[in-house]
Structures are given as structure tokens and as C-alpha cells.
């Protein structure tokens, strides 16, 4: 006679098992990445919030020893408060953010160490309603197999598909719903043990019905969040799985956001394009062939297009949903003169570190737009590995440009990136530009033959002059070089040199 199956109940419970941690492994995700959104430093936030979270399962696990009658109640129970607390865990933290940031910190660790407990409490609950049934060694391999399972599941559709097409707030009360939903199937699995029968089940229809409405409203919740937090008002707002893109219209014209960080104002971002690129275009001669890296808005690329003997440009940007809106949104099309239509731009969606290891072509001038090394993700393309690799694509004749943060906000960040250059081999030419949305704003040029200062810029300039080049490159005292290490992928220096710098700004 062949073994008998699983029965109906175990089934129920093993899939409300792989449920569970799918479930509690998004709330850890969703509160990481909203961390490392708000408080930068990604590797910091998420290892202080798996930390966190890991310990308070096991604190959720020893509690479990004080529950032993009753135990579908208490898993009931238990379900519907995640559902709650958890899913609703990235809506309370955006909103914290916007109407209370000193509280941000608190709330999320308040929040990480609850749900941890919660969760921790569910499987030794979940094992110990199955051990009536299953023996204990099949037990714990199915129990640990559907955990896992749930687990690799959410990881891969977190980044690649809930995120992108929901966002954080709906993905967290999607699956809180779920948690609920796996709350209603325990009411129904055990409706001849529960008892006050009818106050579980109106529990269950209230958490629903609760995180139902705030699914159904979650756009507004993230309308209010984003109002209070942004001064102009909202015109566009998309996420990636990369970043939140955030565009505002305001009496001085458009401005940029990705993460909650400024990128450009349309008001002055002509000053720092043109610093940006004019130096090293200007200077080269006769570029040709160009690249650049990061600057997915187009506005370094329509600089580079004022040279009619450049060929072709290709843009290096990690994140596609940033070429795509500059690409087709007539309000952003309008900002880079549909610089990204030009039939001489490539646009190639990668990443630059890795693109770089992979090319093998060199080009005359080499833009390097990257956001500041606010975490190690970033910090990786400020490295002296990446600035070797970046040598390794340029002419022989050509120049790269960086963009280096503030000299006078960020000084010991702004030489760091200097001596990091130079330990490659290359020479370095560094100078400042002051852009009033961000200060005095620095960039460093760097090749293998002397600079010159050039001879002429393109026609239609706002900013700079042939005359105002030489001021670029002449530093006051309080921006004036110190000594600075070299920064590697082995200790990322940097990172935590411009946190310090930057973080002197914070209330």
C-alpha cells in the first residue's frame, strides 16, 4: 500500500507557512530600503535593520513558550496584528518622514524590533499546532523548506517586480492583506476549536477591510507624505528599482529629486552643465567620441551636442526609467532640447563599474555625472579600481571630468576624490563653480596630457566665458587643498568622510 498523502490541514498550514515568511521578509526589505532612502548609507541600514529584525524574531521565538492552550487563537491573532503593523509599516514611515523626521529613526526601529517579534512568534506556533500530526522530524524539514521557499521567492520579485510596479506602500499592504488573508484561512481551519468565534471573525473583516481601504487610497497616502515633504508641487513621481524619481514645478521652474535628494533646479542647472562640461570639451580639440557616465536627465549630453564635430555619445545610465522620462516627457524633453533623440547619442542601461570591466572602446572626453557617494553602492565608482578602469578607456590625447561634491562643505571629500585620481597616474586639474541651488559646487578634471585653458566655447552660453575659465581653478583659502587618502574598494574612506562632512549640516 502506497504511504498516505499529506492531509488537508497540513497542506493549509505549511502554505500559510511559506505565506508568512514571504510576508515577514518584505516587511525587512520595505524598512531597509526606506532607511537607506531616508538616512543614505544602504550597507549601514541594512545590516543594522536585519540585525535588528533577526533579533527580535528570536526574542518572538522564546515568547512563544508562554503561549500553550488556545494555540490557533493565538495564531490568529498574531496574523492579524503583522498584518496591521507590518503592512502598514512603509505607509507609517513615509508620512513619519514628512510630518515628524526627528521621529523617523525611532519609529523605524520601534516598528523593525514589533513585527520581528510577531514574526518570530508565528512559525514556533505554526510547529506546534503540525506536531499534533507530523512527526517531528518531517516536521521540521517541511516547515524550514516552505520558510525558505517563501523567502527566495520574495527576494527575487522585491526588486524586479513588486517595487517597480507597485511601490513600497502598496507592496506593504499587499501583503498584509496577505497575512490577513492567511488569518482568515486559520478562522476557518480551526472554526470547531476557536472560541468567541464571531469576535475573530470580525477581527479578521475589520484588518481587511482596514488595509483593503489604505491599498485602495495608497496613492493619496503617498501624495500627502510627498507634499509635505517637497515645497513645490508634485508633477511627476515614479519609482525604480533603484531609486523614487520625483519631479516638482515651483516659481523657479522644475527641479529634480531622486531619493529625496536635489539634482537640478531648472532655474541655475545651466551653470553646473556647463562647468561640468565645457572645460574638458572645450580644451581637447577635436572630440569625437564621448561618454558619459550617469546624467540619465540628458542635460550634460545637450552641453556635449553644442560641438558639431563630436560623432557620437554614449550615455552610460544605470537606471532606464530615467532615460525613458527624459526621453518622452515633453516637459523634461524640453529641459535637455531632446538631447537623447539625437541620432548621434547611444543610450545603454548598465552599470558604469561593470560597463567599463566590459568595453573595450576609448573615447576623447569622458563625463562622469554620478549622485555624491552618499552609500558603498555609489562610493564603488569613486574608487581607484574604477578610476583605473576609467583611465584604461580614455584616449591617449583625451580628458574625464567628475563631479566632486562641494569643496567647501565637503573639502577633506572633495581632495579625497583628488588623491584618488592621482594614484592611477593621472594628472588632476580641480576647480569650483558656484551654483546657488547647491552652493559652490566642485569638479575635477583629469588626463595624461597637460591642460590648457581653452581658446573658445560654442555660442549660446549662459554661464561661462573664455575670459571667467581661469577663476574656475583658483581656490581660496577655505577650499584650498589638505591632505586626503586614497580611496578603495577595500575601505571605501569615502563614504564615511562625506557622511561626517555633510551630516555637520543636519539638525
Known amino acids: 500500500m502506497s504511504a498516505p498523502g499529506p492531509r488537508p490541514l497540513e497542506v493549509a498550514l505549511l502554505a500559510s507557512v511559506f505565506v508568512v515568511a514571504a510576508c515577514g521578509l518584505v516587511y525587512e526589505l520595505a524598512a531597509g530600503a ?296 515633453p516637459e523634461l524633453v524640453a529641459l535637455n532640447g531632446g538631447a537623447l533623440a539625437s541620432p548621434k547619442v547611444r543610450v545603454v542601461s548598465a552599470d558604469a563599474f561593470q560597463w567599463l570591466q566590459q568595453s573595450t572602446e576609448t573615447f576623447d572626453v569622458i563625463v562622469v555625472d554620478f549622485p555624491d557617494p552618499t552609500n558603498f553602492s555609489i562610493g564603488k565608482l569613486y574608487t581607484n579600481a574604477f578610476y583605473a578602469l576609467l583611465d584604461q578607456r580614455l584616449a591617449a590625447s583625451g580628458y574625464a571630468v567628475v563631479q566632486t561634491t562641494s569643496p567647501l562643505i565637503a573639502r577633506q571629500s572633495f581632495w579625497t576624490v583628488a588623491a584618488t585620481i592621482e594614484s592611477v597616474g593621472l594628472r588632476t586639474h580641480p576647480y569650483h563653480a558656484h551654483v546657488p541651488s547647491f552652493g559652490e559646487w566642485g569638479f575635477i578634471l583629469a588626463g595624461r596630457r597637460p591642460w590648457r585653458w581653452p581658446d573658445a566655447l560654442p555660442e549660446g552660453l549662459r554661464f561661462l566665458t573664455v575670459a571667467g575659465v581661469p577663476a574656475l581653478f583658483d581656490f581660496p583659502r577655505d577650499m584650498a587643498r589638505v591632505p586626503a587618502e586614497v580611496n578603495r574598494l577595500s575601505n571605501q574612506a569615502l563614504v564615511t568622510t562625506y557622511e561626517r562632512e555633510w551630516g555637520k549640516l543636519q539638525p
Request: with cysteine.
Open 34 to 329: 526606506l532607511a537607506s532612502y531616508v538616512l543614505g548609507d544602504s550597507v549601514l541600514q541594512f545590516s543594522t535593520i536585519i540585525g535588528t529584525y533577526l533579533f527580535a524574531m528570536g526574542v518572538g521565538s522564546w515568547l512563544s513558550r508562554f503561549f500553550e492552550r488556545q494555540l490557533p487563537a493565538h495564531f490568529l491573532r498574531i496574523e492579524l496584528l503583522v498584518a496591521l503593523v507590518g503592512g502598514g509599516l512603509p505607509a507609517l514611515l513615509f508620512l513619519a518622514h514628512a510630518w515628524q523626521p526627528g521621529a523617523f529613526r525611532v519609529l523605524l526601529y520601534g516598528l523593525v524590533l514589533l513585527v520581528g517579534m510577531l514574526v518570530g512568534l508565528e512559525i514556533p506556533l505554526v510547529m506546534r499546532i503540525l506536531k499534533r500530526n507530523v512527526g517531528l522530524r518531517e516536521l521540521v524539514s517541511q516547515v524550514l523548506t516552505f520558510d525558505y521557499l517563501g523567502a527566495l521567492a520574495v527576494a527575487v520579485a522585491f526588486p524586479l517586480v513588486l517595487v517597480p510596479q507597485l511601490g513600497l506602500i502598496r507592496t506593504g499592504l499587499l501583503f498584509g492583506l496577505l497575512n490577513a488573508l492567511v488569518a482568515f484561512w486559520a478562522l476557518w481551519l480551526f472554526r470547531g476549536e476557536l472560541r468567541r468565534f464571531a469576535a475573530h471573525a470580525a477581527a479578521c473583516v475589520l484588518t481587511v477591510g482596514v488595509l483593503g481601504a489604505a491599498f485602495a487610497g495608497s496613492q493619496r497616502i503617498t501624495s500627502l507624505a510627498e507634499d509635505r515633504f517637497y515645497p513645490d508641487r508634485i508633477v511627476l513621481a515614479e519609482s525604480s528599482p533603484w531609486q523614487r524619481i520625483v519631479l516638482t514645478q515651483g516659481r523657479g521652474g522644475k527641479r529634480l529629486f531622486l531619493n529625496g535628494n536635489l539634482q537640478f533646479a531648472e532655474a541655475d542647472e545651466y551653470r553646473y552643465h556647463e562647468a561640468l562640461v565645457h572645460p574638458a570639451m572645450a580644451a581637447h580639440g577635436a572630440p569625437r567620441k564621448v561618454a558619459v557616465l550617469g546624467g540619465g536627465d540628458g542635460l550634460a549630453v545637450r552641453e556635449i551636442l553644442r560641438y558639431p564635430q563630436v560623432e557620437s555619445v554614449t550615455l552610460v545610465e544605470l537606471d532606464p526609467n530615467m532615460t525613458r522620462l527624459f526621453a518622452t516627457q
